[in-house]
């Protein structure tokens, strides 16, 4: 299980040197040529880390993470219990075709939109209840995330109102569309206000 702050996002590496390099800070340096990226996130179940699917195999399917889910709880696709689900599912079915001789993951399909809608994946607010809930310390955020930035990182496929978002945080730092010189304006009429 993780045992680190639950909530950490881990960026990529190859992602994180190049934005360095690009503000201009010095790239750890390596005799290696960088490793060629395959895909950003993921679309199916060879695209997880051996972690996630040994925790969708390891699930007790309690149902406690979609309890605990607020995104389930509103009404939303959501349940993390069936994220698990669909990535053992997936690789059930992908274990018993190549057992048999079949195309495997060359069947036409894959865990996201055959199994796990966009839908689902963007109703998740990254609160991590469905990892604390979980009393063998799985961790479907992971894999939800993960496949959240196949989305945003390979398809552009995000909601229009998160394109405005993400074009926000690139040109003003931040998810409003201030000027970070005009950040703290409003801090300034507070002490107008009190002097009055």
Known sequence: SNLKPK?????????????????????????????????????????????????????????RCTAECPANLTGKKLSPRKIMMDVRDRAEEVGKSLDAGGKGLEDGKSLLGDYITKEELNACTSCNACVEACPVNIDPLAIILDMRRYVAMEESGTPPQWNAMFQNMETSFAPWKFSPQDRFNWAEKVKEEEMK
């Open 7 to 63: 909530g950490e996002m881990e960026n990529m590496p190859a992602v994180t040197n190049e934005v360095n390099m690009m503000l201009g800070i010095p790239a750890e340096t390596s005799t290696e040529a960088p490793a060629e990226i395959a895909r950003f996130g993921a679309k199916d179940i060879n695209d997880l880390s051996w972690i996630n699917v040994m925790n969708a195999y390891s699930c007790t399917e309690c149902g």
